[in-house]
């Protein structure tokens, strides 16, 4: 036996190391998890899965509009906030159960305090208790962000969304990524004015330059305002209670609630990594080796806190790869190449491999397949908003090495196509594929 009172401890009970440790744990290693908030992390508790949940609420608003033309005799619904709230918070509630439950059941000891590394192989508890590991494993994830302007603390970020008293009236939303995209569909469904403020002249960085135009010019005809180009200056509190934003350079704006979603930060803060020698980046990420190792032989860390790719599933894979090669005795790494991702707007995209942009660079001849279309439900429901589906083609190989699509259920669909870039399919292997009719997914195998 170990002179340790562990063979694994993991810090943070989120996607990442939930996953590894309960593999370390079939592995045969004695495991302990030290969480100081809910076990399930980020995506569970506070992140992907009840924002998900909100999104589908939020879908209703136009069902509901959409079901009287196809013979549904809907009478004026009202949204009552509280109720989604409360039965969202609950599902958190049972999801935290059952990641606790998972855990017991692999013999993994949980620890309800947070912990700070004092050495290479130990860590010290809030309570005082000091443990001891074989290897300590990082996954902490990642934090709001939020700008260091005056007044910044009169705002939320996306962890106290889910716990509003109400949905505001008027609400301005920093950023342009896909939790501030995503959180502008949502509340403008249930009825808030919304109005995104970001410092770029751009939405969703690192999508491609076609699909996320789309997604701003539906979002503009829904109702939804855009603020480019403009950076806070402060935030004040006005006598009825409301919130003044003011703009460097631009006229300021009145709400009832602010909410940032300027990005995330990996959560290193006060863990005691850079005391024992762990080596950080310039914004806090742990750096590692393909092995998830840090600069400490005995400290290892996967998921958000690496800043690698801040995406759940890559997170568990990373906590799984950990797991098998230190416990398993099979080396393992993480292939992030043609990683897919989607952003759960109003409506929805996704992509996987290379942009246009990025493909001409890389690659140089490239073909462009496209297909611009209104999707069949919104036909009949005269909505008039449309889909894009867009293939990116080497042209000297005729590989497909991109996918990119915005549109009802894009995400759904991107999965499954996403294991044929994965694969290196060709254009030809599309084309040669029977059309599922009638469908939206079918225009991947008939674009021209």
């Known amino acids: 036996m170990s002179s340790f009172d562990y063979d694994l401890l993991v810090i943070g009970a989120g996607s990442g190391g939930v996953r590894a440790a309960r593999i370390a744990a079939g592995y045969g290693a004695r495991v302990a998890v030290t969480e100081e908030h809910r076990v399930g992390g980020t995506c569970v508790i506070r992140g992907c899965v009840p924002k998900k949940l909100l999104v589908y609420g939020a879908h209703f608003a136009e069902d509901l509009k959409d079901a009287r033309r196809f013979g549904w005799n809907v009478s004026n619904g009202t949204f009552e906030w509280t109720v989604l709230r409360e039965n969202v918070l609950a599902e958190v509630d049972r999801l935290n159960d059952l990641y606790r439950k998972n855990l017991f059941d692999h013999q993994v000891t949980v620890w309800d305090e947070r912990a700070t590394v ?230 929805p995209l996704a992509g996987v491999g290379l942009t246009e942009v990025q493909a001409r660079e890389q690659l140089g001849s490239v073909k462009v397949y496209t297909s611009d279309f209104r999707p069949m439900k919104n036909v009949l429901a005269s909505r008039n908003e449309r889909a894009l589906y867009k293939m990116v083609v080497d042209a000297e190989t005729d590989r497909v090495v991109g996918l990119h699509m915005i549109g009802p259920d894009a995400p759904e669909i991107l999965q499954a196509a996403a294991v044929a870039v994965k694969a290196g399919l060709t254009k030809q292997d599309f084309d040669n594929t029977v059309a599922l009719h009638p469908s939206m997914a079918e225009e991947l195998v008939l674009l021209k």
């Open 118 to 347: 004092v050495g290479p192989n130990e860590v010290v508890l809030a309570g005082g208790r000091r443990l001891t590991a074989g290897v300590i494993l990082i996954a902490t994830g990642a934090t709001p962000a939020v700008p260091s302007v005056p007044g910044a603390e009169l705002g939320i970020t996306s962890d106290e969304v889910f716990h509003m008293g109400h949905v505001p009236r008027r609400v301005v939303i920093a950023g342009g990524g896909y939790i501030a995209n995503e959180f502008a569909g949502i509340l403008h469904e249930f009825g808030a004015q919304v109005t995104l403020v970001n410092r770029s002249d751009q939405i969703l960085r690192g999508y491609d330059e076609t699909v996320r135009d789309r997604l701003l010019q539906i979002s503009l005809d829904k109702g939804i305002r855009f603020r480019f180009k403009a950076a806070f200056e402060c935030i004040e509190r006005q006598a009825d209670g409301s919130l003044r934003v003011h703009l460097k350079g631009g006229e300021p704006i009145d709400c009832d609630q602010l909410l940032f979603a300027t990005g995330r930060r990996p959560n290193t803060a006060g863990l005691g990594l850079e005391a024992v020698g762990v080596t950080l980046d310039g914004q806090g990420a742990v750096c590692v080796d393909e092995y998830n190792r840090s600069s400490v032989d005995s400290i290892y860390a996967v998921g958000d806190v690496t800043n690698r790719v801040q995406l759940t599933p890559v997170a568990i894979r990373e906590g799984h790869a950990f797991a098998d090669t230190v416990f398993g005795g099979n080396p393992r790494t993480v292939d992030y190449r043609c990683i897919p991702s989607a952003v759960f707007s109003h409506p």
